[in-house]
């Protein structure tokens, strides 16, 4: 029976462990040591070596210019969102295949998603649908500002996502932003490492976001990061990230609201260790990944690998089936041997605080909803 031997094949990737997840941090004397290091200084909070230590580390990575750490991916998102001048009843345009904090970081400041199908190759926002709604439904006004024509509203921005160990179509829908006017955010949350046509994941966006939870490729904690290579975006977001305070030698004067969404140096010392092993991390997770591959090659199931123009992280390896009950038989089996595995996100756009909102072909979502299961992918002690 294939469950019994996928369940063996895990518990040899994994062995001598009764319950194995879907993806564990793991840390090491020197997490312990900078954390250490970062409570005896006293500075704990929003200032402290650390904090820059991490920032370029994070800058190295991704190669843009400028970024801001944050205390979760969430906040990254909205401050991005904030930063893009975002207002109530404006439109974004989305995916309804995602982690829902995408779209809540959207409604919390009052916006209006907008769903569009993701490509089944790589998970990302479809280009040729997200161009083929644009063209038929929306006009640029005087003004230079893109109208729904059935809402009458106005659509400011397209929040695309990097998934999985995957990445979007980002040049092609950069090239669909600038044509409609559309500043272009990348949830980058899952991609630290990913590339896409030879450049990290997300510095096709205006804007890219990243995510430091604790089931992410590196961890902080909490936290997350925004990267771009605009200063004064970059500016205006570590503006809004603390209180806008404005440098005075000892008045409290604010220029603004601030969200205080900054990263505190603790959770920094965390990530500073853990980011400087990611080349090792992403090595040991690609050989997991071909011993899965492998499996499930000779047993004749289907396998998700990212398309020729993606360079993985291989943050979650992932089995497709071809029903949804059998991909729920399937989890159940494995969730009563103590194997983690989980489906992918319900599609947002059904959700019951999404299902008015207006939706695009949404097909592609509904078939990998239907038939992905994410497996164990932790890295393995050596
Ligand atoms: C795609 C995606 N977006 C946003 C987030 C939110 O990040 P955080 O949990 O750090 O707030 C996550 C991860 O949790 C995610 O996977």
Redesign the pocket.
Known sequence: MFEKKLINLIRDIYPNKKDILLHEPIFHNDEIQNLSNCINTGYVSSAGKYLEKFKKKVLQTTNAKYACLTS??????HLSLIASNIEKDDEIITQPF??V??IN?ILYTGAKPIFIDIDKDDFGLSPEKLNEFLNNNTFLNKKGLLINKRSKRVIKSVVS???LGSSAKQLEIKRICNKFNLIYIS?S??ALGVQYKKKHAGLYADIA?L???G??IITTG???AIFCNNKKVIQKISDLSSTSKINHKYEFFHKQIGYNYRMSNINASIGYSQIKKLEKIISNKKKINNIYKKFFYENNYEFFEVNKNIKSNFWLNLMMVNSNKRKNSIIETLLKNNIYVRPSWFPICDLQFCKSFERYKIENTYKIYQSLICLPSGIIYE
């Open positions: 979760s991916g969430t906040a990254a998102l995602t982690f904090a995408t970081s996502c990097d998934l949830d949350s899952e976001v995510s430091f939870n089931n992410k909490n936290g997350g």
